[in-house]
């Protein structure tokens, strides 16, 4: 099993433009999870999903969109991006429960310039 | 909404010392969980507590719950350089939070040999 892979693992944009990062995971687990880690912030929860064609905002949302169209997938979109929407991105998958152990990707670097 | 506090925020160590990193949430938790990331990488699951003043132990690591389930430490035995890393605890709370964790800040833990 791969576990939890993200595409792509590193992504220079301009300010305004557009991207989708990439979660599969092949746990078959219901919880799916985008953050965003910057120094001194820890672990900043974007939005989530907890089951298959669901999703749900989570402390930082703005500027971001998400679709779980598949159980396996978790798309994270930037519509228009901004320099403080540079950070390092994880995602993360849970099996059964919100207070199940998380299993987590091995990030996205995103630098917007 | 839910916050969790976690101090210290850095913490410097000779190879052998011992050190405690402290999570206080500002609700009562369901669980709590604590995460390992090391430089470079990504987190990873160390452990769950879920009752009441529950202590768990793996090796030299010691995790502790408290009695009114809203703070949390753990503590490291003697140091290794192999302990380097950034150590977040997150806590589940239910209710409005179904869901999802909220990650402490983190401690970054440096190992000088």
């Known amino acids: 099993n791969a576990g939890v892979t993200q595409t792509p693992k590193f992504r220079v944009l301009k300010t305004g433009q557009s991207m989708t990062l990439l979660c599969a995971q092949d746990?078959?687990?219901?919880?799916m999870y985008w953050y965003r880690q910057d120094p001194g912030m820890g672990l900043r929860l974007i939005h989530y999903s907890v089951g298959e064609g669901t999703t749900a905002k989570g402390e930082v949302p703005d500027g971001y969109n998400v679709s779980r169209l598949k159980k396996q997938n978790f798309l994270l979109g930037l519509e228009s991006a901004a320099p403080s929407q540079t950070s390092v991105y994880f995602c993360?998958?849970?099996?059964?429960?919100?207070?199940?152990?998380?299993?987590f990707g091995p990030g996205t670097r995103l630098t917007v310039l | 909404g839910q916050q969790v506090m976690q101090i210290p925020q850095y913490q410097h160590v000779q190879e052998g010392e011992d050190f405690t990193t402290y999570c206080n949430s500002s609700?009562?938790?369901?669980?709590i969980q604590w995460y390992k990331q090391r430089p470079g990488g990504h987190p990873v699951f160390l452990i769950q507590l879920v009752k009441s003043g529950e202590v768990k132990k793996q090796k030299r690591l010691t995790f502790q719950f408290g009695e009114a389930k809203k703070n949390s430490s753990l503590h490291i035995t003697a140091t290794q350089t192999t302990d380097v890393g950034t150590y977040f605890c997150a806590g589940y709370a239910g209710g409005t939070s179904y869901g999802k964790l909220t990650f402490g800040q983190g401690t970054i833990l440096t190992v000088h040999p």
């Open positions: 993360a998958s849970s099996p059964t429960s919100g207070s199940d152990e998380q299993f």
């Open positions: 746990m078959n687990h219901e919880y």
């Open positions: 609700t009562t938790l369901s669980n």
